[in-house]
C-alpha cells in the first residue's frame, strides 16, 4: 500500500494568515493526489483533485502544488470558515490511501 | 445536483453483518467512467478507503477487508450496497458512499451514517 504522511498533525493559525499543509508519498503517484476540507460532523468536501486542480465552487485561495511523492496544499489568507481538519488522498493504485489529517486550528 | 444517502441499521451485534446501501439521485450510477467507493471513518480518526467497484463489474476492496467484504449494485434502482461480515468494535465508525471522478478524486459525498458494533 501507498502510505500518505501529512505534515504538520495540527497547525494553529489567525484568520488572514497564509498557511501550507504538506504530503508525503511513500511512493511516485504523479499528479494522482486530492485535497479535503472536513468539518466536525459533516463529510469530507473535495478541494483540489490532479494535485492542483481545483474543485468547481471551492475559493481560489484554495491552491495545490506538487507531483510525484511531495504535494502541498496553501490557503492564501485563512477565512474563519477555513478552520477544519484537512486530509490528503491518493488515488494512482489501489487500495486508495489518506493521509492522517491536519487539524487547522484558531490561535 | 449528484446526491448520495446511506442507509441502513445504527446498530450491529459482534460476529454479524454490518449491511448499508446508497441510494444515488440526480445521475445514474451507470454512468461512465465514474467509480463509486465505499469510506469509513472511526470516532475521533482518520478516513479509511473500504472498497470502490465500476457498474460493469469491476471490483477493488482494502485488502485487510477483503474476506469479509461485499460490494453489489442495483442499476434498477440506482443503488449499491455494502456488506461487511463478522463484525467487531474496530467496525464502528461513520460509513460513507461517495463518487470518484476525475483522477479518481471522491467528489460527492453521502452525509454518512453511524454504525455502532456493540451486543
Redesign the interface.
Known amino acids: 500500500d501507498i502510505q500518505m504522511t501529512q505534515s504538520p498533525s495540527s497547525v494553529s493559525a489567525s484568520v488572514g494568515d497564509r498557511v501550507t499543509i504538506t504530503c508525503r508519498a511513500s511512493q511516485d503517484i504523479t499528479k494522482w493526489l486530492a485535497w479535503f476540507q472536513q468539518k466536525p460532523g459533516k463529510a469530507p468536501n473535495l478541494l483540489i483533485y490532479a494535485a492542483s486542480s481545483l474543485q468547481s465552487g471551492v475559493p481560489s485561495r484554495f491552491s495545490g502544488s506538487g507531483s510525484g511523492t511531495d504535494f502541498t496544499l496553501t490557503i492564501s489568507s485563512l477565512q474563519p470558515e477555513d478552520f477544519a481538519t484537512y486530509y490528503c488522498q491518493q488515488a494512482n493504485t489501489f487500495p486508495i490511501t489518506f493521509g492522517q489529517g491536519t487539524r487547522l486550528e484558531m490561535k | 445536483q449528484l446526491q448520495l444517502q446511506e442507509s441502513g441499521p445504527g446498530l450491529v451485534k459482534p460476529s454479524e453483518t454490518l449491511s448499508l446501501t446508497c441510494t444515488v439521485s440526480g445521475g445514474s450510477i451507470s454512468s461512465s467512467p465514474y467509480f463509486w467507493?465505499w469510506i469509513r471513518q472511526p470516532p475521533g480518526k482518520?478516513?479509511?478507503?473500504i472498497g470502490?467497484f465500476y457498474y460493469s463489474g469491476s471490483t477493488?476492496?482494502?485488502?485487510s477487508l477483503k474476506s469479509r467484504i461485499t460490494i453489489s449494485v442495483d442499476t434498477s434502482k440506482n443503488q449499491f450496497s455494502l456488506k461487511l461480515s463478522s463484525v467487531t468494535a474496530a467496525d464502528t465508525a461513520v460509513y460513507?458512499c461517495?463518487r470518484?471522478?476525475?483522477?479518481?478524486?471522491?467528489?460527492f459525498?453521502?452525509?454518512?451514517k453511524m454504525v455502532t458494533v456493540s451486543s
Do not use: F, M, R, V
Not at chain 2, 477493488?60 to 485488502?63: A, E, F, L, Q, V
Not at chain 2, 470518484?100 to 467528489?107: E, I, S, V
Not at chain 2, 459525498?109 to 454518512?112: L, V
Open positions: 467507493a482518520g478516513l479509511e478507503w470502490s477493488y476492496n482494502k485488502p460513507y461517495a470518484q471522478a476525475d483522477y479518481n478524486a471522491l467528489d459525498w453521502g452525509q454518512g
